[in-house]
């Protein structure tokens, strides 16, 4: 139930199972917000053709502007309803959906989406996830979901309920406990031209499966113009300094070991790139809750999911 002066109703983490996803849904068809888990991070969702409902995205994560949210859905059917797929949309969707790949298409001139939510865009982002909470979310209320990560901006995204719960103390929504996101790096966005295809945020689908399926090379990202904030320098940041690189740890360093490095924590002992991506926010989380006053990292080898690895670390060194 809604209730009293909290807008977002009583924050709380909850398990997620089928009572506590019930009330999700209530409360998502009322247009508050929840937190829900998918396989790259935990979102703040909200439905995405209320504009009040998405106002109160902003609100809760503190985003100063209005940058566009990614929306949710539960199969292609519902993606078709919002944005207009060409020949290498649909490739990929059937290739990587469910899964964490967001497409940047063409918006349906009448899809149902407040315009927040693409701000102002020609363009929508979205993604089918694999998550069975999110899809069952998705499904019970029939809904398509923004959702950003379920961070405060510029924080360390969540890969547990307890970042998200850390993150937004006071003003917390209800938060769906899944336990830690089994992927839990941000889903790989590409955007669809007419003349190609572009690599907005590198991720867990990796680019080399894309440009294989795709059968042609990316076009460039120029800097000029930068739509995606997981492309501003500095995002994702502890509130820490961030070393990079780092073979040994200094004095007063947080070490997070890689392999054979084996630091304060370790991200994988067995040098396991996805293993390290699954745990690299926890991670970095842990540092920042740490008594240590800056954070060092081991070197990533950078290929495959290593790529978006890399990239998340650059942006928190920055
Ligand atoms: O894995 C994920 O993608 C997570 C989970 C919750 O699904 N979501 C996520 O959302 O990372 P967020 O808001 O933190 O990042 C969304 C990114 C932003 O960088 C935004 O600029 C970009 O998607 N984006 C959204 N719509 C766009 C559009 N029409 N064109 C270009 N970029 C867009
Ligand atoms: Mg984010």
């Known amino acids: 139930m809604m209730t009293g002066s909290n807008p977002l109703g009583h924050g709380r ?10 009330e999700a849904v209530e409360r998502l068809r009322a247009g508050a917000v929840v937190a829900i888990p998918t396989e790259t991070v935990y979102g703040l969702a909200a439905d995405a053709s209320n504009a009040d409902a998405v106002a109160q995205i902003y609100r809760t994560k503190g985003r100063p502007d ?14 078709e309803r919002l944005a207009q797929f060409d020949d290498r949309a649909s490739k990929l969707a059937v290739r990587f959906w469910p899964g964490p790949l967001t497409l940047v298409l063409p918006l349906q001139p009448d899809a149902r989406v407040a315009k927040a939510v693409t701000a102002g865009l020609p363009t929508i982002a979205l993604r089918c996830p694999a998550h069975p909470v999110m899809q069952a979310v998705l499904k019970q209320s029939g809904l398509a979901l923004a959702a950003p990560s379920a961070n405060r901006s510029g924080g360390i995204s969540p890969t547990r309920a307890e970042h998200v719960a850390r993150s937004f103390g006071e003003a917390m929504p209800l938060v769906l406990d899944a336990g830690p996101c089994a ?17 907005l945020r590198p991720g867990p689908v990796t680019a080399a499966e894309i440009e294989a399926l795709l059968d042609e090379p990316p076009l460039p990202v120029s800097d000029a113009k930068i739509e995606a904030p997981g492309q501003l320098a500095s995002h994702y940041a502890p509130s820490k300094p961030v070393r990079l690189n780092a073979r040994e740890a200094q004095s007063g360093e947080w070490h997070i070991g890689f392999g054979v490095v084996a630091g ?14 699954a745990r690299l926010f926890d991670a970095l989380h842990k540092g920042d809750a740490s008594k240590a006053t800056s954070i060092a990292v081991a070197p990533i080898p950078d290929e495959g999911i290593g790529v978006a690895i890399n990239d998340r670390l650059k942006r928190a060194a920055a």
């Open 13 to 22: 983490v909850a398990k997620a199972e089928s009572a506590a996803i019930a």
């Open 264 to 277: 304060d924590d370790n991200l994988s002992p067995d040098g396991d790139l996805a293993e390290a991506a």
């Open 183 to 199: 992927t839990g790096l941000e889903s790989t966005i590409v955007a669809i031209r007419e003349n190609g295809w572009q690599l």
């Open 66 to 79: 209005f940058n566009p949210l990614i929306v949710h859905v539960p199969d292609h059917a519902a993606a």
